[in-house]
């Protein structure tokens, strides 16, 4: 009993040393077999390869056949068809032997990935489509080559957003930009009226009631045996021992005008902004078949700006729509008891292409406006010295000159410490002991703000 027993302790101990001899053989076999990478094979999608192995192979399987199925074709070939982009596993067993490999399908060459590759063959241009845009990536050698590719791609898919990923040599890390608008206009006007009206009054002289006018200006009126002045004008000059007079307009005017305003705007890249500085003002109009209801649509007025930037490396590309209007009293219209004023408007819109902080005039005007009017009394006008009593004359002369300037700048937000003061008051807006917050129980005021002045 005691040998068998020592036998079988032996054996034990054989076996335990036999498997333990094993796990260490298989364990170095399995971490070496995992620090192997796994062979790659690679296509794109919608088209086959062939993969060729060493061995028989007896089963395969694959990790998801929506992306590349597997099919055993001969005892050593297995066609491998891509299907969507993705990877999956793809494993072969053959006799004693076991092989897995990646199956890396890619996206397929698209027609504009290779109209871009004809048209610009030695950049570096990728391209990646999706259901709503197109991405472009990559690093082009200039901004020029960076926006047509860009047009080329907005072209081939109009309904699709494109979004510009490619890089320039030297570009610029901003995509904010600031845009500083400059309207400078300057109006000169002159005017000059002459002109002279005779008359009688009603019991004129020797029983003579008699008037001369050109019409072009105000003359005095009979009413009910009553001579009427509209208006004076300039000179007056009445006889009361011949009852006679006259009046004369003799006007010379001139008119200044300048206005300067310069809105600034700040905008992200492909990001449109506005910016109005001014009003509204209300304009009624009927509506209703029976009722004749009138309703107030409000207008906008003043000083607005919009636009659109795109940068591209070191270039900014500007759609830009600046506007200058004003209410316009002379030229309005009287409606249902409502004073409706016109718009006076100065407005300009275009792209342009300019660098960080150039500047471009996008709009200059120079207009001049003559007018004559000239009224005169048949017969009597022509005779001489005496007919320029019986003309009279209206020239009224206008310059406008008017220049819009356009200036980007690509910037980025301020640090604390490098936030500029804002306008404040010389002295305390309320006296001491006027704040609510100082008549509150416990004291108040206002939060994190630095002391005001006494």
Known sequence: ??????????????????????????????????????????????????????????????????????????????????????????????????????????????????????????????VAINADAIILSGRVSSTEVMLRAAEVARASAPKSSVINMMTVPGGNGA??????VRFAEVNRRALTELGASFFTGVHGYKNWTGRTTTQQFPAPDFEDDKLVFSDFLNLFLFNNKYNVGTLIKALKQKGYFQSLAEPNLIAYDGQEASFLAGGEFPIPFVSGGITNTISIVFKEFGVRLNFKPTIAGDLIRLHVRPEVSSLDFNNGILLEGFRIPAITARRAETEVELRDGQSFAIAGLINNESQT?????????????????????????????????????????????EVPPVPTLGSRFLPVGDDIGEQLQGGGGVADAPAGRK
């Open 175 to 180: 995509k904010q930009v600031m845009l500083q």
């Open 1 to 126: 009993m005691k040998v068998i027993h020592r036998f079988v302790v032996r054996n034990a101990v054989v076996a335990a040393l036999a498997g333990t001899a094993l796990l260490s053989a298989v364990v170095p076999a399995r971490a070496q077999a995992q620090d192997q990478s796994m062979p790659r094979v690679a296509l794109t999608a919608g088209r086959s390869t062939v993969l060729n192995t060493d061995f028989d192979v007896t089963r395969i399987a694959v990790t998801n056949p929506a992306v590349a199925d597997a099919t055993v074709v001969q005892p050593r070939e297995i066609l491998i068809d891509g299907k969507a982009p993705g990877t999956i596993s793809l494993i072969v067993w053959g006799g004693t032997r076991r092989m897995q490999y990646d199956i890396v399908v890619e996206q397929p060459i698209s027609s504009l990935e290779q109209q871009l590759k004809q048209l610009f063959p030695a950049e570096s241009i990728g």
């Open 373 to 417: 009017d000239t009224a005169a009394l048949p017969i009597l006008s022509q005779i001489p010295i005496v007919g320029a009593l019986f003309k009279s004359n209206a020239d009224r002369k206008e310059r406008t000159e008017l220049l819009v300037i356009v200036t980007p700048r690509l910037v980025r937000p301020l640090n604390p410490d």
